[in-house]
C-alpha cells in the first residue's frame, strides 16, 4: 500500500505535483496514514495554535478552543462561528443579480440569466477570499454544505484521539 | 369471486403453469419466491442474501478470485467483441453500450465496462417480469429473447433498449444476462434519440414492455416486421440488436463454461457471496475515503417551454430543482436523499427512481468506489429518498423521458461537491472534483438519409465535455461525460459520413470552465452546415438560461449555454465567390465574428436551448456547444503564469484574465500572452479591496432578500418551481420558510400563478388551503 512523506503531502496540497505522481496516487489503495499527516501539515502552515479537528473547506477549518469549543476559522485568523452554525451566515456577500454583473464573469450569453438564476460569493470578513460560490434561484436558503460528526468520525472510525488544546 | 392476480397466484402456488413446465426457481421455487426472500433475508440481516460469513470465498480465495476474474473478462471481452456488429457511432465510436449478468431474482452480479447505470435498469426489467408472473405466462424458457426499454419500468430512456436472456442448467435457472445499447432512434415524435419535442409517454417513442421476442435463440418475424416499422433510421436499429443478441449469447456460453467447469453449486455459492463482497467493499471504501455527517447541495436546470411549438398545457417555463442531502451514517451506510425536488412536467427530461439509484453508480466507480466489482452489493449498502410525484418519480405513466440527462446530469453535480468535501476534508486531494458539466448539448435531427431511408441523428460530441477542477490541478479539458467514462468526441469524419452536416469547425470556447485556482474543463463549440439534406429538421438540446453546478470552495459554476443557427443563408454564393464565410467557434459572443461574414433570414442567438424540430436545408449552419464544468477555490489564487498560458491555448479571452483573476497580462510581438506578476500583485490587492467595499454581511443581506420573498419579488419561473416543491414538500417547506422566518400564511401556491397545473395530482395543500 503506498505511503507519502509528509514533503509530498505538501507537493499535493501546493499542487505541485506531477500529474505521473497524481494518477498513482489515485490509482492506489488510499494510505491510511494520510489524514495525519496532511492534518500535520496544515497545522504547521497555519499561523495560529489552536489544534485543527478537521478542514472544512479551502482556507477553513474546524479548530479545537480552549473553552472546549470548536469553531470555523480562516487560515487568516477569522473566527465564523460553531462548526454546528453555518459559517456563510457569519461571511459577507455579494450577489451578481444582473447581466452587467455576470458579464464580468463571463461572457454575454454564457453567463446565467439573472431572471433564473443568480450568483451569490461568500467573502471571508478578515482576508476577502472567496470561500465559496453558490449558483442558485432567487430567494435559495444559504446552503448549510456540510455538517461533520466529528466525534462519531475520530472516536469510532479513525479510533484515534481528539486534538487538544495544549495546556 | 375471485381476481386475475389471485387466479395467477393459485397457480403459480399449485404449479398449475400454463406454458412453461413449473417453477424454473431454485429448489422448485418460483422466481416471485426466490426474489421475496431474498429481499426479507437483506434486510432483517443487513447482509446480501443473509450472508454474514463468505465461506467459499474464505476457504478459496484464489478459486472465487478465479471466477470472478473469468466472468469480469468475460463481460468485458463481449462488450468489445459486440459493438462491432454496431454501425451505429454511438455504439460503435462512443461506446455507448453496456452488458451485465444476473442472479434468477435479478441482482447484478458483475457488469462490463460501458454505461454501466443500466446495472440496475435491466434489473428493474428482470424484476418486473418476476413480479408480473412471466415464469406462468409468456413463460421464461432457455434460448428465449426478451426485450424491454419501457422508461415506467425502470428504464433510463427510450432510446436505451435491453435485450435479456435467461441462462438455464438442466431445466434450473441459473441466472440472465442483459445488454443494452442507445439507439440512434425509437420512434419519438421528433427524431433522435433524445427527443425535445414529446411531452408525454406516447409521444416518446416505442416502447416495448418487458416483451418475448425470441425464442430457441431466434428472433421473432412479428417482432422484427413491427420494430422495424416503428423506428427510424432502421438499420442502426437492426445492427443494434444484433450486438445485443451477440453479447448476451458470448456471456451465456460463459456462465455455462464456468458452470460446466465448477458445478452449479459452486456457481451458485459465488453468486450470492460476490454481491455481499461488493456490499461490504462499498461499506469499507465509505469508511475510507468518507466523513460521517451531513452533505448538502442543489442545482437546477431550466426548462424554457413557454415559446414552444408543443401542447398547451406543456407551454410553460420552468426550472427542475435538485436538492439533495448525502448522509454519511455511523455504521457507513450512505443515504441520499433528495426531499424538495418540485413536480415533474410535460416534457421530456423526467427521470425514474431507478434511473437515479442505478446511475449513482456510473458517478460512484469513477470517485468513491472505482474498482471493478460493479454490482448490486453497492445497492444493498446504501439508502436513497426519491419524492413521489417529483421529477425523479413521476406518479403519472404519462411523463415523458426521453431526454432523462437534461435533468439527471444536473442532479448529479451537488453530489460531487458533497463527496468532495469528504475528500478535501481527509486529504485524499487528488479525488476532489468540483462537480460535472452540463454534458450537453444534443445536437439532434432526422429526415430521409443519403441512402433514401429514413434516418435520425444524435450527435454525441458532448461525450467530451469538460471536467470539473480538482483541488490540485485544472479540470481536463473537452474529454468526458459523467453518463461514460470512456467518453470521447468521435471523429469528424465519421459524424459526416453519417450526418449531412459538414465541419465549419471544432474549437475550444474560451470561458466555458468555471474559474478558479484551478479552473473547470473546457468545453468547445462545433460548427455545422447542412451538406445532403433532404426533409430533413434540426433542434438542440441543452442547459441555457442556468448553470447547473456552482463551483467549489469559491470557484465559479461552467458557463451556461446559448444557441446559434442560421437559416436561409447566403453561404452558396460566399463559396462560389471565395468569400469569407462562418469557421471555428464563436470565441467571443460579446463581439461575434460569424454574423459578419454570412446573410440569412434567420438567426438563432438565445437561450432557447432546447428546441423543438425546425426545418433545415443545405447551407443552413448549427453550432454545437459542447459545455464546460465546474472550477475550485478562488480565482485569484491561480498562478498567472497559468492565466497567461490559458489564454494562449484559447480557453480563457485576455480580457478575463484581469477581470475574473486579477492577473496582469500583456501581448508579445507574436501574439502571444506573458503574466505580469509585479502588477498583478497590486491587481489582485485592489479586488480584494472591492469585494470588501461591494459586500455586505450575509445577515444583513438575508434582510433584503426576505422583504423581497414578502412582496413575492422573482420570475414566475422561479415562483413555480418553489410552488412545485412546497406542493410535494412539507419538510422542505418548513425548512425554507423557517431560514428566511416567514409568517404563518405566507405561501406561493402553483394554481395561483397563471400557468396550466394539468397533471398535478399530489398536492398536500388541496385539502388544507
Redesign the interface.
Known sequence: MAKYNKKK?GE??D?T?E?YE?KD??SSH?D?E??G???SVLQERVTWDDPII?????HLYIVQKASGDRIVKCDCGHEFCDYKDNW????????RDTEEKM???????????T???V?R???C?G????????????????????????D??YN??LKIPLPTVKA | MTTKQEELTTQIQEGVFQQSTGPIGWDGKTLKQMRKEIDEISKETGHYAGLKTLPFKESDPIRFEKIFSKLRGGVVHARETAKKVAASPIVEQEGELCFSLYTPDADSIVTSTGIIIHVGTMGAAIKYMIENDYEVNPGIADKDIFCNNDNHVGNVHTCDVHTLVPIFWEGELLGWVGGVTHVIDTGASSPGSMSVGPVNRYEDGYQVTCRKIGQNDVLSKDWLLESTRSVRAVKYWTLDEKTRVAGCHMIRDLVLDVIREEGPDVYKSFIREIIEDGRRGFVNQVKTMLVPGEYRGVSFVDVPFKDLPVHDYAKVNSIMHSPSKIKVHKDAKLEIDFEGTNRWGWHSFNATPVSITSGIWVMLSQTLAPNDRINDGAYYASEFGIPLGSWLNPDDLRSAHANTWHSLVAAWSPLWRGLSRSYFARGYLEEVNAGNAHTTNWLQGGGIGPDGELHAINSFECAASGVGASAVKDGISHSAALWNPEGDMGDMEIWEMLEPLVYLGRQILPGSGGAGKYRGGSGWQSLRLGWGTNDWTMFVAGSGHMATDCGLMGGYPGAAGYRYSALDTDLKERFAKQLPFPQGADVDPDNPKWDTVIDAKTIHRDRQTVSTEEMFKDYDVIMNYLRGGPGFGDALERDPKNVAEDINAGYVLPRYAEKVYGVAVKEGKYGEYTADEAKTIKIREQIRKDRAKRSIPAKEWMKQEKERILNKEASPQVQHMYAGSFALSEQFTDEFKGFWDLPKEWMVYEEDLDVPTYGAHINRFKENK
Do not use: S
Open positions: 503531502i499535493l496540497i499542487g505535483l500529474f497524481l496516487m489515485m488510499k491510511p494520510r489524514f499527516t496532511y492534518m478537521l478542514p472544512a473547506g479551502l456563510k451566515l457569519h461571511a459577507n456577500i455579494y450577489v458579464n464580468e464573469i463571463y461572457p454575454k450569453l454564457m453567463a446565467p440569466d431572471d433564473w438564476q450568483i460569493e461568500y467573502y470578513p482576508c476577502d477570499t472567496q470561500l465559496e460560490v453558490e449558483a442558485v434561484t432567487p430567494w435559495y436558503p444559504i446552503i448549510k454544505d456540510f455538517e461533520p460528526d466529528i462519531t468520525f469510532e472510525w
